[in-house]
Nanobody
Framework: VQLQASGGGLVQPGGSLRLSCAASGSIARINAMGWYREAPGKQRGLVATITSGGSTNYADSVKGRFTISRDNAKSTVYLQMNSLKPEDTAVYYC???????????????WGQGTQVTVSS
């Protein structure tokens, strides 16, 4: 199983970016998916999560600006980031809890990270 993240880049303050993360491989079911970020000198922290049923949870710092969504048919999770601030600069990692056949044990997988830089 692999998670492939994309969509990072350089954007000016107030701008927008959309991150994508697609899961591939031998997958029985994907439960929760999420995005985390790691800024220089800081620990990796939660940005947003979404359950298989579509329930969402956000870090207080991104509420009202970021939106997490998923396409179960494509095994993909998205993060729409609007009104970006310099303090949003970080490496963003996607995460998924995946049931793997044949026994459908649940494992947590991480994507490779994508850099988001907010700067003028």
């Amino acid at each position: 199983v692999q998670l492939q993240a994309s969509g990072g880049g350089l954007v000016q303050p107030g701008g927008s970016l959309r991150l994508s993360c697609a899961a591939s491989g031998s997958i029985a079911r994907i439960n929760a998916m999420g995005w985390y970020r790691e800024a220089p000198g800081k620990q990796r922290g939660l940005v947003a999560t979404i359950t298989s049923g579509g329930s969402t949870n956000y870090a207080d710092s991104v509420k009202g600006r970021f939106t997490i969504s998923r396409d179960n048919a494509k095994s993909t999770v998205y993060l729409q980031m609007n009104s970006l601030k310099p303090e949003d600069t970080a490496v963003y990692y996607c995460n998924a809890a995946i049931l793997v056949p044949p026994r459908s044990y649940e494992y947590t997988y991480w994507g490779q990270g994508t850099q988001v830089t907010v700067s003028s």
